[in-house]
Each structure stands twice: as C-alpha cells, then as structure tokens.
C-alpha cells in the first residue's frame, strides 16, 4: 500500500500533517488498543510505523516519491518483468517479515533465507542456458 494512503495524508503533506497522522493513526490501531483484533492491528501499526519511518526522513521521502509507481505496481517500471523474476519490492520493509524470533513463523530469517534460495535458483537456471 500507499505510504501516504496508510497514513490517510496527502502527498503534499509537511512534516507537521505527517508527524499528527502517524501519532493519530498509531493510537488508533496500537495492538494494545485492539485486543479484539490483534492480528490485524500489528499488521497495519507496522505498516503505519514502516510510512512514518520513510515519510519523515525528507531523503528517503524523496526516493520514495521518484519511485513509487513502480514501487506499487511491484516491478521496476523501466523494464518489462520476465515470467520467472522475483518481485523484490516487498522486502524493502520490515512488513514484509513477522520479528526475529526463528520460533515464528515467516519470522526474518525465514522469510530472507527463502528469498535468497529463490534468486540463487533463478540464477543458476539463467547461467545454464
């Protein structure tokens, strides 16, 4: 999802609307504040804190905002994407994994290992042909 759209801000926002929508909706969905749907509620205070995290860094707002079409449409939009690529966008940010604990499942060392054994795959099928 949209940075600006988990925050429910616009893309011209300042620094001041950024820093009020993160606190606004990081009370609203805090898992603390949802023991009744704990599970969604640490999904999205994750994607809130990953928005936050880029849209309040004016360096890393401003690469995000030179990318984010393709960062959305999940390829890189300068080149057309081959049947067998692996859309690395997504790992990006740390929703991408569910903490460091290797007892949980898609936990970051999990989920990275897979990824790492799908590109080495992929590039050993590139170099035989």
Request: aromatic share 12%.
């Amino acid at each position: 999802r949209c940075h600006y759209e988990v925050l429910e801000i616009e893309r011209d926002a300042d620094a001041k609307e950024i820093k009020l929508a993160y606190r606004r909706c990081a009370l609203s969905w805090h898992p603390d504040k949802n023991p009744d749907n704990q599970e969604e509620a640490e999904i999205r205070f994750k994607e809130i804190t990953a928005a936050y995290t880029i849209l309040s860094d004016p360096q890393e707002r401003a690469w995000y905002d030179n990318h984010r079409e393709s960062i959305l449409q999940g390829r890189d939009a300068e080149q057309g994407e081959r049947e067998d690529s692996v859309n690395l966008w997504g790992f990006f940010s740390d929703s991408c994994f569910n903490g460091y604990d290797k007892q949980t499942e898609n936990n970051f060392y999990k989920v990275y290992a897979d990824i790492f054994e799908e590109l080495q795959r992929i590039e050993t099928n590139e170099s035989e042909d």
